[in-house]
């Protein structure tokens, strides 16, 4: 089959790969329908030192499963399934109290021998545990918002629940990327009255007002908290959908005293500022790395029925032949995110 | 009147210091009939650099109303009141959400001209929002219970209750100084089935175990860490009322994914480690500087009724004069907490 290996940052190369085969009798092969790239993904395309074997790139898909494990019992050749970004057995300790990213038996895609998800087809382990039927036809126009499932709409709504979003908040959404703005929907479903986004690219924040932004606030740093500040007076529940030291310091100074940050971008930092000042502020540090398998069939019905339309954050389509344009296009912001068809 | 002054580091004197008077139409000058010195007293003691003037100390007291100023209503000359270790208006928004903490027009006692507890008299600003009523005698029994109100116990109550305790839990506390052994007060009061307490005092510990705590850890470090995990196989929630890095070591060696810390020591760090790891579990780094009057009426039923004893922790009583020996002997750790009669 084909799929995309990173080499090193910079070098992404879509070439032949083994075709997956059933390999544990909890696996599942499943052909892809559509996959994309993560923000995530930009991270290793920016720094990953360069390597002689590649990694095999891709943890958001959906497809079609094409065979199954002699254990396999959920799911039979011919269904539709999306995958969360990350495969668990939805039966350990963590899986049953909803915490699927640290599942016992979990991993990550394109890491010890799992393929990845940008490429014609993966083995997904545990295929019982972490694939989740579509009940719609593999052309649906819902498939975007379906494919969202997989990871910026299950991690928006991650960080809008750590935050402990309810009817009639007040709430900050730092960063203007795919999960900015899902976090956006996420709060306005879960009955934010005002969201402030905090973005500087006007077709991104634009499109965060279409989903449920109030405001807008272009500005950055010192002048970007002022105006937030002056615009809410400090805000209880802020998600921060970056992942850097400024996204933080952001939301650290725009936050109320006694609020709460939910962080969902993987932070670009080992230290950060939780000394004197923000333990006199009670300031709450939440969230993580969503739990993306527990909310799929949660969010589902809003998909099913229209009531969200996170597809909205796919931009632009590649063929998987062009995906090194895709990372490129993505990495220059040209593309807010890419989805792939293989 | 006499009252107890810090110069610098190791540096206590006890002396002259004006009597209180009214200032303001919402202040009250209160008779102190006990106060105590505070672990976080020790942090200045140990390194506050020498000066010429001096700082006014304490922060937990309990006293009688003296006199009044013209606008305060809830109280009279007479009454026994509790001091919470901050003053607040109790009506501005943060007082409102129970953050008392962060009162719009809030203080500390030992700054901006507010005497400190550790003397013959203070004059409070806001008394009406700050001191609450006693409903037993002068020299009642139960002072150092209520005493403890004032800061340690309700300071206890913060983390449990950010923490999350709920009937069942088990929780781990790191630390067994007065807020620690208070913590463990706090979380079997809250229902927790199991507590284990991180500490190397045995006099300490075996008080935290009549306290309330099933398991005490007197390892430290990574070893600390090994025996409280085969003991709980990880912990999800987490009290740390130490302060320390390496106490928040422990707490996020010891915490369990997804689980929660609650931070009640002053951090004696800038900067913390809030990085990839921490996010990839999801842990939750959360409480702070207690709204201790947001506390009081609520804890105190259970102070008179003699269902917390939080007073346990005064292990020593030093009359006024001999606020100096107080701070030797906690900080060369001979006393647990020291409480001081005027």
């Not at 039979?76 to 970004?85: E, K, R």
């Not at 950055?220 to 802020?238: F, H, Q, S, Y």
């Not at 300031?283 to 998909?303: C, F, K, N």
Request: glycine fraction near 14%; aromatic fraction near 4%.
């Amino acid at each position: 089959m084909r799929a995309a290996v990173m080499y090193g940052a910079g070098d992404v190369r879509v070439e032949d790969r083994p075709d997956p085969k059933i390999a544990q009798p909890t696996d599942a092969v499943v052909r892809v329908v559509a996959s994309c790239v993560c923000g995530s993904d930009l991270w290793p395309y920016a720094s990953m030192p360069a390597t002689g074997t590649g990694r095999p790139m891709g943890h958001e898909f959906l497809g079609v499963v094409e065979e199954t494990g002699a254990d396999v019992t959920g799911l039979s050749a011919g269904d539709l399934v999306v995958a969360p970004f990350t495969y668990s057995d939805n039966s350990c300790d963590y899986c049953a109290e909803g915490l699927h990213i640290s599942c016992r038996n979990g991993g990550r895609y394109g890491f010890d021998g799992v393929d990845g998800g940008q490429g014609e087809a993966v083995r997904v382990p545990h295929a019982d545990g972490t694939l989740v039927r579509l009940p719609v036809a593999p052309d649906s126009a819902l498939l975007p918002s379906l494919l969202a499932l997989s990871d910026v709409m299950t991690t928006g709504h991650h960080g809008a629940l750590t935050a402990g979003v309810t009817r009639g908040d007040t709430v900050l959404v730092v960063g203007d990327g795919a999960v900015g703005l899902c976090s956006v929907i996420a709060a306005r479903r879960l009955g934010a009255e005002r969201i402030v986004l905090a973005g500087r690219h006007p077709a991104r924040t634009g499109l965060g007002r279409d989903l449920g932004a109030t405001d807008v606030v272009a500005e950055r740093g010192e002048e970007g908290v002022a105006r937030i500040r002056e615009l809410t007076g400090g805000v209880g529940k802020v998600v921060e959908a970056v992942g850097t030291r400024p996204a933080l310091d952001t939301a650290l100074g725009a936050v109320r005293d006694g609020g709460t940050i939910s962080r969902l971008g993987v932070p670009q930092y080992e230290q950060g500022p939780i000394g004197p000042a923000v333990f006199m502020r009670n300031i709450t540090l939440t969230g993580g790395a969503s739990p993306a398998r527990a909310y799929i069939e949660h969010l589902m019905p809003d998909v099913l029925d229209g009531t969200i339309t996170p597809g909205r954050v796919f931009d632009e389509t590649f063929a998987l032949g062009r995906t090194t344009d895709a990372y490129r296009a993505m990495a220059d912001r040209r593309v807010l995110k890419a989805l792939i068809r293989p």
